[in-house]
């Protein structure tokens, strides 16, 4: 008996991962696969509010800020405790391991931790998704929950010959399909599609696709209904292509036009350089598109700044990042 997942590879799924393959090829081929981090941090919080925005959260961009930055803010109880438990654990996104269910369980209790009372562990009883007064769909009974995300592991572990892009989507759709917790689906399955997209690209941490679900949140569940319907996520699969597309070439563009002043290009070399001892001309191995001329007044501009120290004189000079 087949345990895999209903989906076909279309010409569009297949055009779609060549289409992503090459932005991801842009952004390993230019400076853009370290990104500054004050980017990343933005980028994290418009993926908290996005993912749960669609769920029905009010708080904005602002005031999630504001909550991370530990200030107070006036808003439901319940809203605020859904944004610190996403903090909390979109903070150690690199410790979670997409390919155990035990992860997946553990970022479930923490995610809806202080919302649910069974939070952490699968549901015990039947379940039917309204959609306003009509019943869109009906999950999978309670008993076979346990079997279906077992299944579902099993074919994200062993499948090597299907790109992860593809699993990632498959696995979004599965888990909204057999709807294993109470409730937190919704957040849980993008989630692990972001954690999945990460084990094809590390640039996945930062890419806000769920801001893309949520200005089409409309098609995202008519076509999640749809591939009910058919028995399939071949569909999925197709929309959750574009949207990761267009979240790359969206990231590709405002990246690039961002890194343009001495601070964020000294940010970015940090990451890079870490506490390394470098010259001048590894800033511009780094930073491709600047001159001679440009790198020194970043150098120097790091200097007064008191960002760099250095050692040496005229061409044997070599920085450091302060600590």
């Known amino acids: 008996m087949n345990k895999n997942p209903p989906f ?21 081929g230019a400076k853009l696969s370290i990104i500054p981090i004050n980017l ?36 439901p109880k319940k809203e605020i405790i859904e944004v610190n438990n996403a903090i909390k654990l979109y903070n150690n996104l690199n410790d979670l391991n997409p390919l155990l269910i035990n992860v997946l369980l553990e970022s479930h209790q923490l995610l809806m931790q202080g919302l649910i009372i069974d939070n952490g562990v699968w549901r015990n009883s039947g379940v039917g998704i309204f959609k306003g007064d009509k019943l869109a769909h009906i999950a999978p009974p309670a008993k076979r929950v346990s079997l279906l995300m077992n299944n579902l592991f099993e074919f994200i572990n062993q499948n090597k010959n299907i790109p992860w892009l593809i699993k990632a989507c498959i696995f979004h759709y599965e888990l909204e399909f057999i709807h294993p917790f109470s409730d937190g689906n919704g957040r849980m399955g993008r989630l692990w599609q972001q954690l999945l997209l990460m084990k094809a690209n590390a640039i996945f941490e930062y890419i806000p696709v769920e801001i893309l679900i949520k200005d089409n949140q409309d098609e ?36 690039l036009s961002q890194v343009n002043t ?19 001309k590894d800033y511009i191995l780094i930073h491709k598109d600047i001159s001679t001329a440009t790198a020194s007044r970043d150098l120097n501009f790091g200097v007064r700044k008191n960002i760099l120290i250095y050692q040496g004189d005229k061409n044997q000079t070599y920085y450091k990042f302060k600590v």
Not at 16 to 27: A, C, F, N
Not at 46 to 70: C, F, H, P, R, V
Request: glycine share 4%; aromatic share 8%; charged share 25%.
């Open 8 to 28: 076909r590879i279309t010409e569009k799924i297949l055009e779609l991962v060549q289409s992503i393959s090459h932005e991801l090829g842009v952004l390993s």
């Open 40 to 75: 990343r941090k933005n980028n994290q919080i418009k993926t908290i509010q996005s993912s749960l925005a669609i769920e029905g959260n009010t708080l904005t961009i602002d005031q999630i800020t504001d909550i991370i930055n530990g200030r107070r803010v006036i808003a």
């Open 220 to 255: 995202y569940y008519n076509t999640l209904s749809i591939c009910d319907k058919e028995g399939e996520s071949t569909l999925f699969i197709e929309f959750m292509g574009v949207q990761i597309l267009k979240a790359l070439e969206f990231y590709n563009y405002n990246t």
């Open 262 to 280: 001495p601070i964020l290009r000294l940010e970015f070399s940090r990451i890079e350089l870490k506490q390394n001892w470098f010259s001048r």
